[in-house]
């Protein structure tokens, strides 16, 4: 009897360990602000060839856990991206999660009302592939916005 609760709290600790580092994993709100205001920091220093090889490359600093920068021109064109390079060139503006919240649209509306701001949709976690709830911090700069996202 007493080896069955021995085994069932331990599993029970592994769990809530398991749980605990998955959460510790997610990106947080602070974090993505964060990456944003330092990528627009390395493309005002560095330019935009620089920072749009930079913000899309796997091993590179703007890349941490499931936080990644994306870049779009104000008509929708994904400059750069960290967490799927193939939409690098590809015009988004029409792309819609599984609720019909048209992405990047919404992302230039706040760019361009407020400037900075978040912007709330469903969308596939590039490290658990999981559908998530999501929310993107973007912020203009110039005829760019740069956005980064945490999963909740």
């Known amino acids: ?16 360990l398991v749980a605990a580092a998955s959460a510790a994993e997610k990106g947080t709100a602070d ?3 964060t990456m944003v205001k330092k990528s627009v920091e390395f493309l005002k220093k560095n330019g935009k060839d620089k920072a749009f090889a930079e913000f899309s490359n796997p091993e590179g600093k703007f890349i941490k856990g499931d936080l990644y920068v994306m870049v ?10 960290g967490g799927n390079p193939k939409l690098i060139g590809k015009n988004l503006l029409e792309i819609k999660d599984a609720n019909g919240v048209f ?8 760019a361009k009302d407020k400037g900075h701001g978040w912007v709330d949709y469903i969308w596939p976690n590039t490290v658990t592939k999981a559908v998530e709830q999501k929310s993107t911090y ?11 996202g945490i999963y909740k």
Request: glycine share 4%.
């Open 103 to 110: 992405i990047v649209k919404r992302f230039i509306e706040v």
């Open 1 to 16: 009897m007493w080896a069955l609760i021995k085994k069932m709290a331990f599993c029970l600790m592994a769990l809530s």
């Open 31 to 33: 974090e993505a602000v």
């Open 138 to 148: 973007v912020e203009k700069v110039d005829d760019l916005l740069i956005g980064v």
């Open 72 to 81: 779009y021109d104000m008509d929708g064109l994904n400059k750069a991206h």
